[in-house]
């Protein structure tokens, strides 16, 4: 079996793999509605929020869409804090909806600047929300999701966070961060397969989505929120994943939140540590090095396109490579959701023995 | 266990189920590349179709509203065939996101009357788009699609079809019956769980496509072409719903298209004449009936709901209940996808038992 190391589709414990073994069901039938009810619960403690968190059948792209057609009107002036691939995905998303985008780029393997922040916020009065990445997969950072949240409420804008790849994985208390949106999906630090996205709205937010005139029909949280007060979704939900991710909710409570956050902090550093004793370089800030997924630059020869091949090939290990102007200049390893230390000892002796292939020298 | 009859989800085969316990892949690599490839060739073949065909994650009514969004413009004028809750539904989503809907509406239990259409057509010669449920799951009725398309085509209007509950059950030759757009999802005919929906285009929908305005991101079927050049998709998949999609697909093709639908019908006439042994009148025109869900109407007594629950309590089948106006009215028996003459004995005589004990007489 391969040893899937990119940040999501993560593999999944055999458990979460066999809930989907579980014949279909009626959507809308009480069986259902505890599963959905029993889930929706589990979610709430996990975001430690008191807010609404509704489950939309589709990626976590969809999820982004989401958040920005249910809060936007076309017109609204955005602020896009982006430090990456996602980060600029939210923004293509906001503008592509008819949002005015203010864009705030930070060099790639940075976290964002608070005071940058500050700043545009001052010089731009009129900016109605923040989209903010908080853990960025495309480089291996995590934003400072704490202090851009005070500046931001400082200001008093809607924060509206892509927890994708944190949320399960990186401490975020949505309440106590004031995050008015806060999207992740199934396949990052939960555990599960992907295909659901889950989603949570401030007071706040729900007032934002009042006025909100982007057209919606599928996405729309008002129907989600009718449909899970009778305990069902608007859609045929995808009934298997539910019962995947009911699992999965079901294993990371059982560890603990705490603790898995605490776990996903020991593999970063595990990870951080065997690259760099190989000799690679780190490609982010370490100060702010993401827990759930490592960028490893390029150094000494090494030809990264030919490392991933070999490490595929010859050791079964799926890494990640970079995405677009990262592409062949990093290469990733994702350690998010099912993962411990010796996962990634794996990966690190094999590096061992790749890297010269590769041309590296050490 | 459940004898699950709603019209969807419907029930899995074993080896539909145990294919999503497959480990998670890489949903960029080579092996998802050549599922992805294997899964839409196959759907060609069952959509008897050479247009494109793509798989999106997301449930039936995202494929709606995918069909709606890359299709027309702000303004656009369509006609919506409607004869139940889901012809509305397909134009509600088309009013939700601006198009000009003209509704031809037609008694609940009958299907689409052709003559209707040409003088609908011939009125509002602005009319862009003809929305048409091919199978409407709500009512029981199959609508002559192809005699539909004849008029469609006689006005060259764009043929924008749900065919959810039809394809897989019931003959729809895409091609054949010029079906501009083709929507169906996974939970259907298809024998697999909900969470994925197959959408075909032909040359003259990617003309439309091309020149429609409505905003669009995650449903945007350029970004579905170009990763399908690249064997991907542009956002994660569903990758376990894939795995079981492309198992039931390769059971579909085993048994055969032709198969399948002479299964559908026989199992649908099957259903009809034990519905009428009963004493029971069916809702649907029987020119109409469809061969995936029989509707039944209420007679001599019969308390409806109280029906459905004993069948569930009692003797474990799950019927489905009337929708929104019709709740109450009638109760519909899903026969699609992985289904035999067998299952439905076991509903009949169940009912046979039943039926006295919800107040009707014979």
Redesign the interface.
Known sequence: ??N?R?P?????P?EV??A??????????EEFGKILNGLTARLKQLFQTKNDVFVL??????GM?AAIVNMLSPGDKVLSVSIGVFGERFA??AR???AEVTPLRFELGRAADVDDIRRALQNEPAIKAVLVTHNETSTGVTNDLASISAVVKEFDKLLIVDAMSSLGCISLPVDEWHCDVAVT?S?KGWMA???LAMVSLSPEAWQAHASAR?????WDFSKCKSYLEKNQT????????FF?LAKSLEMVLAEGLANSIARHARVGKFTRDGVKSLGLPLFADENYASNAVTAVASANGLDIVKLVKIM?EEHNI?LGGGQQSLAGKIFRIGHMGWVTEEDIETVVSALEVALPKAGFVK
């Open positions: 079996m391969e899937l990119i999501g589709p993560t593999p999944c055999e793999l066999q989907m073994t579980k014949q279909l069901i009626n959507h809308r039938g059948t589709g990626s976590g792209t969809g869409e293509d998303i592509q909806f008819g999906c396949q397969p992907p295909g982007i057209p919606r029909f599928y608007p859609w045929t939900p995808a009934v298997s994943a995947a595929r799926v």
